[in-house]
Nanobody
Framework: QVQLVESGGGLVQAGGSLRLSCTASGRTFSRYGMGWFRQAPGKEREFVAA????????KYVDSVKGRFTISRDNAKNTVYLQMNSLKPEDTAVYFC?????????????????????WGQGTQVTVSS
């Protein structure tokens, strides 16, 4: 069992930055691929970014490339999402998730069914 807790959301003006954190319980966090997803009001939850267990491989949705950076610190059981140049369309609840199908493999999934464990989400609101 893995429990994920997100933090770092808030209200920011367009052009600003936020860093989201997701801290995991469990001894095997370092072996899992991790992802960030978001759900805007009235829309389906969508993929944002993911990285492999080692942090070497990353993947981003086109709309955040060059603005967002995903990273992890396995010693702290934490994955981060650094969000720069935020836009109003980035407003959403952001969720982190653990992909236990990729244990210690350099594989990244963007499809939600691969992710077994989910956090409760953190709200990000970007004002114009």
């Amino acid at each position: 069992q893995v429990q994920l807790v997100e933090s770092g959301g808030g209200l920011v003006q367009a052009g600003g930055s936020l860093r989201l954190s997701c801290t995991a319980s469990g001894r095997t966090f370092s072996r899992y691929g991790m992802g960030w997803f978001r759900q805007a009001p009235g829309k389906e939850r969508e993929f944002v970014a993911a990285l492999s267990w080692s942090g070497v491989r990353t993947k981003y949705v086109d709309s955040v490339k060059g603005r967002f950076t995903i990273s992890r610190d396995n010693a702290k059981n934490t994955v981060y999402l650094q969000m720069n140049s935020l836009k109003p369309e980035d407003t959403a609840v952001y969720f982190c998730a653990a992909d236990i199908t990729t244990q210690a493999m350099e594989i990244i999934h963007s499809n939600q069914p691969y992710y077994t464990y989910w956090g409760q989400g953190t709200q990000v609101t970007v004002s114009s």
